[in-house]
């Protein structure tokens, strides 16, 4: 019997959340699961999916309608039915709430949690006795679950994978160049980077108060009209700071940056992390959220406290300063992200959690 699984995602753009559904889906697919790709019309992951030979069903979960969107997707299920639905984002795990506390919910779900949750602590013991099954991508994101009513017994934790797809295909000369155009790039400044949408990068910007070594820093992920840009704006005139809008094509930028920097709270497993680490760039991440999980500091990385420029500031000024350590931590992350986070590996211990749930022989 093949396994068919619906994995619903509201979200469309290019966020790292989306990226590791997407790849997650497609392993699935490739091990033999019958994936039923529920995302946005019109969006950046439909069109990937599509491209990729998923079978796609555009639809559209608006903000605050959770009766509605349970009602799209009962109707969706109906249509097309599934052995086992997985809740990627917060829209559709209201929504699959709802459809199960009204017994409308055929199969079971199974909520996968990416970001630290803020969920209020009632909710999300009520969509925890209705899930199947709660998938957290690292442990923090599981112990602050378990904070908000989490029962353990329901409780996994399985790590985000590495996509080397998205990292190991060569850069040309051309791209490279096109980048350096895009960031303004200069041989005689050391140039940073964050590759995130707007989240705490203030902090960041706030170091550069401290940062005697004049440094291009580039944001990207950052709409340049926004405030945060406004605000990049207003860095020491030592500094550069270029605010770019998402793009999914971010692989020639990491050639350009010797650091790339992680300041949120909030992230599950950052691939964009996994991905700058796999590549050999050193990285500094907040202790905050599942970061941990990924970088040992000083080991294979650089972990600060989350809101402290004068700790950024530091940071910054060792890796920049001691290339070899800078080197030797690069090194270290390239042998971590590779070896320690196998996006095989993610998909076995999902498609294992599947067949759990569903009382199904061991995959």
Request: proline fraction near 8%.
């Amino acid at each position: 019997m093949t396994l068919r699984v619906m994995q619903v995602l509201y979200q469309g753009g290019g966020a790292g959340s989306v990226t590791s559904t997407l790849h997650l889906s497609l392993g699935l697919a490739r091990a033999g699961v019958h994936v039923r790709f529920v995302c946005p019309p019109d969006s950046e992951v439909e069109a990937a999916a599509r491209a990729s030979g998923l079978e796609v069903h555009p639809l559209r979960l608006a903000h605050g309608s959770r009766r509605s969107n349970a009602a799209a997707l009962g109707a969706l299920l109906a249509r097309h039915p599934v052995d086992l639905v997985n809740s990627q984002s917060s829209r559709d795990r209201e929504a699959l709430t709802w459809l199960a506390l009204t017994q409308a919910l055929p199969v079971p779900f199974v909520a996968t949690r990416r970001q630290m949750p803020l969920t209020f602590p009632l909710e999300n013991a009520v969509m925890s006795r209705m899930a199947a099954r709660v998938i957290a991508v690292s442990r923090p994101v599981g112990d602050a679950l378990r904070r908000r009513g989490t029962p353990r017994s329901k409780l996994v934790v399985i790590h985000n994978g590495l996509v080397p797809d998205r990292v190991d295909p060569p850069v040309t000369p051309q791209d490279l160049e096109r980048w350096r155009s895009l960031i303004g790039w200069e041989s005689g400044r050391r140039t940073i980077g964050i590759i995130a949408r707007p989240k705490d990068q203030r902090v960041v910007l706030r170091a550069l108060e401290r940062l005697e070594v004049p440094v291009r820093l580039v944001l990207a992920g950052v709409d340049p009209e926004s405030a945060l840009a406004a605000r990049a704006a207003r860095a020491p005139s030592r500094h550069a700071v270029v605010c770019l809008p998402f793009t999914p094509e971010l692989r020639p930028l990491y050639e350009l940056l010797e650091l790339v920097l992680l300041p949120s709270r909030i992230e599950g497993l950052s691939q964009a992390l996994l991905e700058a680490m796999a590549l050999g760039k050193p990285v500094i991440a907040s202790h905050a959220g599942g970061n941990p999980d990924l970088i040992t500091d000083g080991v294979d990385g650089l972990l600060v406290p989350a809101r402290n420029p004068a700790a950024w500031a530091g940071a910054i000024d060792v890796l920049l300063s001691q290339p070899v350590l800078a080197r030797r931590l690069g090194d270290a992350g390239r042998r971590t992200s590779r070896e320690g986070f196998p996006l095989e590996q993610t998909v076995a211990r999902t498609r294992a959690l599947y067949h759990d749930v569903l009382g199904l022989p061991a995959a």
